[in-house]
């Protein structure tokens, strides 16, 4: 499971201080260095971390620690805090209209789990925001993506629109939309081609279907097994795109978490679900407070 060994590494570091009757430079620098450790050992970003670290000390070190009556909490306090900030400091929520056709596409690599994303949410919509959702396959480029998607809404009973793999993704699209407004849903999901490396191609198609459905939100899909290339990806398809939030996939693995923490501060884009598993019901909505709760448990 994700983030178990840095969970484990940072509280050991952190009780290794509360054991010490009093707080000291030295053994608040010997946790820090833990602290530092931990987080490199999981893969975040080294300047992510450095900064981290530098608010920490700045605080931790600060008289009113010094002079409280329970320091090594305080500290703990302040490492939770600093990790919350990392994570985002509030829950961020997908964009639909509370009225009317809102729209959601889907963008990310190939096999980073887009397609079911896509029905995953399709689910939570459907379910906890009341939606009538279509889902449309505009992967025309996998050639079992669409099949793919019409087996996962079967599951989930969600229609699926498709005019199969011969029409062009933007056909789809148009034609999609027209369908729903025909249809009175109010929530459409995209589920767009992947390729295995981000190229032009790729963003100039999800460029002209964004031209042409003006989506409410624009989701990436990207794969926390990848570690830090979380980073890369999110910021190429955010300069591109202005991605609105993530769904970080493959949570269930033996993923070390790195990415998932860095991603926020370097592009100011926010995790909004994970998804831990190949089920359709394997989606969370991401809470950067439980979040941090569980990473010093
Ligand atoms: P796409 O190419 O981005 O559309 O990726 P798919 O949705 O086809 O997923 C690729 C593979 O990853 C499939 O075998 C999925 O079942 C699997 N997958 C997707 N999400 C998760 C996840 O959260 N955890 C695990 N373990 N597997 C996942």
Do not use: W
């Amino acid at each position: 499971m994700a983030f178990e060994s840095l969970s484990e590494r940072l509280n050991k570091a952190i009780k290794n201080i509360s054991g010490q009757g009093k707080l000291t430079e030295k053994n608040m620098n010997d946790m820090l260095r833990e602290v530092r450790m931990s987080l490199l050992e999981a893969d975040v970003n080294y300047g992510v971390v450095k900064d981290f670290i530098e608010r920490v000390k700045e605080k931790a070190l600060g008289q009113e620690v010094l002079d409280s009556l329970n320091p090594s909490q305080m500290v703990v306090k302040i490492v939770h805090d600093e990790l919350q900030e990392l994570l985002g400091q509030s829950d961020a929520k997908l964009h639909l209209k509370p009225n009317g056709l809102s729209t959601i596409m889907m963008v990310g690599l190939q096999g980073t789990g887009k397609t079911t994303a896509s029905a995953k949410i399709a689910r939570f919509a459907k379910q906890k925001l009341k939606k009538r959702v279509l889902l449309v396959a505009c992967d025309v480029v996998r050639p079992a993506a669409i099949e793919q998607l019409q087996t996962l809404g079967k599951q989930i009973d969600v229609e699926v629109f498709s005019l199969g793999a011969q029409t062009s993704a933007i056909e789809t699209a148009r034609k999609a939309l027209q369908y729903a407004n025909e249809h009175q849903k109010d929530l459409v999901i995209f589920d767009t081609a992947g390729r295995l490396h981000i190229d032009e191609e790729l963003m100039d198609e999800l460029k002209e279907m964004k031209e042409i459905v003006h989506p409410d939100d624009i989701l990436l899909t990207v794969d926390a097994m990848t570690g830090q290339d979380i980073v890369t990806v999110a910021k190429e398809f955010n300069e591109q795109l202005q991605i609105t939030g993530l769904v970080v996939t493959k949570m269930d693995g033996d993923a070390r978490g790195g990415g998932l923490l860095s991603v926020r501060t370097i592009t100011d884009v926010p995790v909004m679900f994970v998804s831990n598993g190949e089920k359709v019901e394997d989606l969370e909505e991401f809470h950067p407070d439980r979040m941090a709760d569980r990473i010093l448990g």
